[in-house]
T-cell receptor, first 113, second 111 residues
């Protein structure tokens, strides 16, 4: 099993630019989660999907953030426009059923300058 | 909002020593998870706990789901250098599949 695959691993962009982060969950998993990790706030849940449908997006910081899951094998997290305070490591995770533990990807380290 | 407090924040120990860390909350959780994160990687699940009082082991790791359902504990026996990393607890909010993560315990092992 290839695990949860995220791309890119690193992204450096200028303030105001659009950023798209990508995630391929583990095949067969029906839950997908997007987390953000910073030194100040730790790991924060942004949004999660069940069977491609967004269930809870209450953690999305503001309207500049959006997430989609067009099919069971792909999800994107988009930030537009990006700001320096969005700099963080963004993790995608997936699970079969939502109640047990997730499998995390390796993350995308985003730096907005 | 709900928060999980982990202690200690960091610790240095000698190789071979046992390690204990805990996680406490003001809220009740139905599931507790323990993860380990290595630099530059995502957290990796170590142990999952589903019932109050449950004690579960995974090799040298043992975790317990507190009776009050507001806390959990992780013990590592006979630590080795590869135990270095950050350990996170996570509690599941009742009625949802949302997990709140703790602040982490950074473990450093001196050979």
């Amino acid at each position: 099993d290839a695990g949860v695959i995220q791309s890119p691993r690193h992204e450096v962009t200028e303030m105001g630019q659009e950023v798209t982060l990508r995630c391929k969950p583990i095949s067969g998993h029906d839950y997908l989660f997007w987390y953000r990790q910073t030194m100040m706030r730790g790991l924060e849940l942004l949004i999660y999907f069940n069977n491609n449908v967004p269930i809870d997006d209450s953690g999305m910081p503001e309207d500049r953030f959006s997430a989609k899951m067009p099919n069971a094998s792909f999800s994107t997290l988009k930030i537009q426009p990006s700001e320096p305070r969005d700099s963080a490591v963004y993790f995608c995770a997936s699970s079969l059923g939502g109640g047990g533990g997730y499998t995390f990807g390796s993350g995308t380290r985003l730096t907005v300058v | 909002g709900q928060q999980l407090n982990q202690s200690p924040q960091s610790m240095f120990i000698q190789e071979g020593e046992d390690v204990s860390m805990n996680c406490t909350s003001s809220s009740i959780f139905n599931t507790w998870l323990w993860y380990k994160q290595d630099p530059g990687e995502g957290p990796v699940l170590l142990i999952a706990l589903y019932k109050a009082g449950e004690l579960t082991s995974n090799g040298r790791l043992t975790a317990q789901f507190g009776i009050t359902r507001k806390d959990s504990f992780l013990n590592i026996s006979a630590s080795i250098p590869s135990d270095v990393g950050i350990y996170f607890c996570a509690g599941r909010i009742s009625g949802t599949y949302k997990y709140i993560f703790g602040t982490g315990t950074r473990l450093k092992v001196l050979a």
